[in-house]
Nanobody, 124 residues
Framework: VQLQASGGGLVQAGESLRLSCVVS????????LGWFRRTPGKEREFVAS????????RYADSLEGRFTISRDNAKNTVYLQMNSLKPEDTAVYYC??????????????????WGQGTQVTVSS
């Protein structure tokens, strides 16, 4: 599985950005996807997730409804629409895909694959 994130950049506070993440070499349509972010000196934190059908989404409480995650299974792409950006949203944003497979003993094995990250910088 490969995940390629894009769409980051430098914006001013109050502006918007949309991040995209294209997934290749994986069964995209049956897997949950998510966005995480990391700022220097902090642990990577959860931002948003979406289930395989797109009907169930979750968000970090701190976002206050400013971000929206969506997916297009026909394009193997997950998006993160970020509105009303704040300087504290500055971070490297990572997309991730959860997957399930089975080992040689037919036991389930779960894992998470990560994209390379895209920098979002919000100036005040």
């Amino acid at each position: 599985v490969q995940l390629q994130a894009s769409g980051g950049g430098l914006v001013q506070a109050g502006e918007s950005l949309r991040l995209s993440c294209v997934v290749s070499r994986g069964t995209f349509s049956t897997n949950a996807l998510g966005w995480f972010r990391r700022t220097p000196g902090k642990e990577r934190e959860f931002v948003a997730s979406i289930n395989s059908s797109g009907g169930l989404t979750r968000y970090a409480d701190s976002l206050e409804g400013r971000f929206t995650i969506s997916r297009d299974n026909a394009k193997n792409t997950v998006y993160l629409q970020m509105n009303s950006l704040k300087p504290e949203d500055t971070a490297v944003y990572y997309c991730a895909m959860d997957w399930l497979t089975y080992n040689d003993h037919s036991e389930p094995v779960v894992g998470r694959s990560w994209g390379q990250g895209t920098q979002v910088t919000v100036s005040s």
